[in-house]
């Protein structure tokens, strides 16, 4: 059974910083393409970051390009958001999510995704 344990939220000014987490277990991940995603009250949930566990190739959504990087660390089967310069804008809870990745395509949508965390609350204060 996977599990994605997301931390690492909260509450901060804009211009300020966090570093989620995504802890997984219960799979070998070698194969797999892991997403932060996130959902703003009262709107759909949208890709922020990919990750290829295999090769550690990456994307990013437009408005977070430059300012967010996507990392992995093999041994501890962990995922990393770093969220630099933060706006009001990116408040919202941010999801981990993981798939089997059968291409080496990049997988950009909620639907696509296997398994999910319980998510993780990010609020940026103006």
């Known amino acids: 059974q996977v599990q994605l344990v997301e931390s690492g939220g909260g509450l901060v000014q804009a211009g300020g910083s966090l570093r989620l987490s995504c802890a997984a277990s219960?799979?070998?991940?070698?194969?797999?393409?892991m997403g932060w995603f996130r959902q703003a009250p009262g709107k759909e949930r949208d890709v922020v970051a990919v990750?290829?566990?295999?090769?550690?190739?990456?994307y990013y959504e437009d408005s977070v390009k430059g300012r967010f990087t996507i990392s992995r660390d093999n041994a501890k089967n962990t995922v990393y958001l770093q969220m630099n310069s933060l706006k009001p804008e990116d408040t919202a809870v941010y999801y981990c999510?993981?798939?089997?990745?059968?291409?080496?395509?990049?997988?950009?949508?909620?639907?696509?995704?296997?398994?999910w965390g319980r998510g993780t609350q990010v609020t940026v204060s103006s």
């Open positions: 999510a993981a798939r089997f990745a059968y291409s080496s395509r990049y997988y950009l949508q909620p639907r696509e995704y296997d398994y």
């Open positions: 219960g799979r070998t991940f070698s194969s797999y393409t």
């Open positions: 990750i290829s566990w295999s090769d550690g190739n990456t």
